[in-house]
């Protein structure tokens, strides 16, 4: 549990900069720093003990710094694997219901204009 000067500190922390304006004043050269100084200012409130709890429940115990650096890093490449992996997929066609389309249209009954997924695009 939290003191209620703890608390105080921390919503005094969380509303130290009003706007983008005053934050970047500050910032503006090393925006990065600010993690630094976050999480140095919740140490400084929490206290070792507490901080420590934090970091276990919510960084597995790693340097919440770090863990984020590493998942702004690693978010943008799964990103970009996850976009191309869908593009392939969209060139790749579902072999087994296009030859079951083939079947139906040499058969010539008309019953390929209903299969699922030809989404109407059929000649007449």
């Known amino acids: 549990m939290l003191t209620d000067q703890q608390k105080a500190d921390l919503f005094a922390l969380n509303n130290q900069y009003s706007d983008y304006n005053s934050w970047n004043s500050v910032y503006a050269n090393n925006p990065d720093q600010w993690r630094t100084d976050r999480y140095s200012s919740i140490q400084r409130i929490l206290g070792n003990d507490k901080y420590t709890q ?5 960084y597995k ?54 299969i699922k997924g030809s989404n109407g695009k059929n000649k007449k």
């Not at 934090?54 to 919510?58: A, E, L, R, T, V």
């Not at 984020?68 to 694997?81: I, P, W």
């Not at 997929?89 to 204009?113: A, F, P």
Request: no cysteine; glycine share 6%.
């Open 61 to 114: 115990g790693q340097n919440p710094v770090a863990v984020y650096n590493r998942n702004k890093n690693n978010y943008k490449s799964s990103q970009s694997k996850k976009y191309k992996s869908i593009q392939a997929k969209k060139s790749t066609q579902n072999t087994k219901s296009m030859s079951e389309y083939n079947r139906r249209k040499q058969i010539g009954d008309g019953s390929h204009l209903h």
């Open 54 to 58: 934090f970091k276990n429940k919510y």
